[in-house]
């Protein structure tokens, strides 16, 4: 389909050398299910979980360099046991941090300012078209690729 | 109670004065009992709790005394005995709170008459107390009520908006599945009933807000025709659905508020009238100075379901018409936001006119500071 975009988009030539990786939290499953696999239809690889806890310690984990580092993180604002603001804030002090993008059903635009004061590359709002979000994670991963890796 | 079980307290170092106030009272049926100083006084309300002391203004601390009995008012009234050559001395006394003075000699009738209407002024005094303590709590409550709701209201737009967030998420992953072009223009409603709920929660929420006194207003100067002008912008989209026209008419004045607000309540009032009118019809927006205030109208289309008098009826009812449902939503925002400026808002039915009257000069302090929430509040000094 021509709306269809694929990761073998040319943007990505010579920048991304395999499937760029996204890391989703999120504990609304039919969301998570769905984007989850448009992703991976986009060829995204996609590790999803569905708390805050989880997704927080397996980015500790990737941090530390005992996991593969996702290309991009996609967290939900509010979910049971951290926050998306919660991980995010945590995850300043990450040595190495992949783009991150909120997501949040909150309408209010301190949760913006709040969250990219904290680093965050974008914030979105839901409800969000699937464009949108792919959009925005194919800027985040380009992002990545471009920025000069800190040591 | 009759004064015959009243108790009353006298108070005075002359002993022989306090005598007489002592002997008087007890032939006339109360009981007495008697202090002379200030903490034999205290002590002996304290454990027996007089509702009536007489103070004799001769005694040597009488000031003290009197300000100590000033501070328990409510739970004892204060008659001060004075010689009659000297009663000037117990206007202040009087002025401060106590119930009444007597002179000496003081003659049985004026007793009697002196402690009933001490002991009314001090029941009077109670039931005050205890009318504004409940008010306070009446207010506490509403305002904790209203708090309560605007915190499920936000609870239920988050999951509300969360659950749009998937049905939106499916609905453009299908839509880009390989699918007959009817079911593709049949999915393509889906996005516009998801926009028409996002706005219908986000309505809730402002009425929520507005309620809770969360919505604080940033006044500023606003010029009449250029809100009208605006108004008429936005109102362009939705008239030229329905091929309405929108005309526009201001005087040329400047009103105190916080704008996009108002710029929100007159486009509520003005959408909720394009609703109402036929196709081909047309309605005006009005902006004029009268009596030192701004005043603002919607005039023309039919009420279109907006009446102010069923408007909160239809709020509680279920399976209303959706365009109902949307013209009162819209009222009740616009009258809260109209009311927290200090205005009114006027719905006049059959000629279906909407209009509302603002202070030029903003909402006075008091109603900026509360809403609905906040009027029992301000008003905690009768």
Redesign the interface.
Known sequence: ?A??RQVEDERYEGVVDRRPTVFLADD?D??RT??K??LIAHGYAVEDVSDGAQALELLAMAADGLAASPDVVVLDV?MPGYSGLGVLNVMRRFAKRPPTLL?T???DTSIDVLARTMGAFGVLH??????DILDAIQDAVLSKARRPTRA | MTHRQARVLVVGDEASARRDLELALCDEGFIVQSADDVRGALETLAQDRAEVVMVDLAMGDRHELLRALRLREVDVATIVVVAAVDVASSYAAVREGAAGYLTKPVDSVALVLGVERALETRALRREINALRARREQFAMEARRSLRAREALLATV???V??????????T??LT?GDLPDEHRKRLALV?RA?KRI?RIV?DL?DIGRLEAGKLPLDLELAHASTVVEDVAGLLQPIAAERNVSVTTSASDFEVRCARPRIVQALERLGSSAVRGTPRNGSIRLRAELRDDRGWFAVEGGTDGGARREDREPMLEQSGMGASDEAASIDLVIAERIIEAHGGTLEVERGRTMLRFDLPLSGPSAAAAASTVAGKDASAASW
């Open positions: 389909m709306t269809m609304d039919l969301f769905v984007l696999d448009e509010r997501l059903a909150v309408p839901k409800p969000v078209e699937l464009d | 737009a988050h999951d908006r969360a659950q749009l967030a998937a049905v939106t998420m499916v453009s992953s880009r996005p998801v996002e986000g929420l």
